[in-house]
C-alpha cells in the first residue's frame, strides 16, 4: 500500500518566518509529487514535481523533490497571515491515483 | 476555463436515510473525475474515480457507490447511511496524461 508521511503535523510562525514542510513516499511505479494548499473549503494545486532536484517556485513558495531520498520539500519565505493553512503532500502511481499524506497545519501570526 | 461544482455545501441525514451528493465539471470535455473524504486531522482518501460515462472504478469497499450518468456529472450515492459515513467529500477533476486533479468546495457530511 502507498504511504506519504509529512512533518511536521503542525506548526506556529510570526509573519515574516521561513518555513519548510517536509514529504516522504513510499508509492509503488512512482511518477510525480503534488503539493495543495488547503484553506477553508477546496484544495487548490501549488505544485506537481517530476524531475528530482529542479526546484519549482511561485512567488514566496518553492519546492524541491529527491527521488533518491522519496521525499519533497515546501519551503514558505517571509511569511504573511494568508499563508495559515493545511499543506497537503500527493504521491501520484498512475495517471489517476494520488495517495495524500495527513498534512501540516501552518498557523502564521501577525 | 474549467470550474468545478459540488453540492450541497453541508448535509446533516439521519442514520439509515439514501444519500446524493453530485458534482459537476464546466469548461471541458471528457474530463477524468474523482470522489475522496477527508476525514478530520487526516489525509484525503479516494473513493472512486472515473475515465468516462458508465466507467467507475472503486479504491475501498464501503457503504457508497459512484454514478457517471454524463461526461461532466459524478454522482456519490448511498441507500443507507452509516454513523461512520460522516466526514468532508470533496469532488475532483483531471485530464488525461497525469495532470494535476483540481478540487470542489467540498460536502461537509454529518450522520445522526
Known amino acids: 500500500e502507498d504511504k506519504v508521511v509529512q512533518s511536521p503535523l503542525s506548526l506556529v510562525v510570526h509573519e515574516g518566518d521561513t518555513v519548510t514542510l517536509n514529504c516522504s513516499y513510499e508509492?509503488?511505479?512512482?511518477?510525480?509529487l503534488l503539493w495543495y494548499k488547503q484553506e477553508k473549503k477546496a484544495p487548490t494545486f501549488l505544485f506537481m514535481l517530476t524531475s528530482s532536484g529542479i526546484e519549482k517556485k511561485s512567488g514566496r513558495l518553492s519546492s524541491i523533490l529527491d527521488k533518491k531520498e522519496l521525499s519533497s520539500i515546501l519551503n514558505i519565505t517571509a511569511t504573511q497571515t494568508g499563508d495559515s493553512a493545511i499543506y497537503l503532500c500527493a504521491g501520484r502511481s498512475n495517471d489517476y491515483k494520488l495517495s495524500f499524506g495527513a498534512g501540516t497545519t501552518v498557523t502564521v501570526r501577525a | 476555463s474549467q470550474t468545478i461544482h459540488q453540492w450541497p455545501a453541508t448535509l446533516v441525514q439521519p442514520v439509515g436515510s439514501p444519500l446524493s451528493l453530485e458534482c459537476t465539471v464546466e469548461g471541458t470535455s471528457n474530463p477524468n473525475l474523482y470522489w475522496y473524504r477527508q476525514a478530520a486531522g487526516r489525509g484525503l482518501q479516494l473513493l472512486f474515480y472515473s475515465v468516462g460515462i458508465g466507467q467507475i472504478s472503486s479504491e475501498v469497499p464501503q457503504n457508497l457507490s459512484a454514478s457517471r450518468p454524463q461526461d461532466r456529472q459524478f454522482i456519490l450515492s448511498s441507500k443507507k447511511l452509516l454513523l461512520s459515513d460522516s466526514g468532508f467529500y470533496l469532488c475532483a477533476w483531471s485530464g488525461g496524461g497525469g495532470q494535476p486533479q483540481h478540487f470542489g468546495d467540498g460536502t461537509r457530511l454529518s450522520i445522526l
Open positions: 508509492v509503488t511505479n512512482f511518477r510525480s
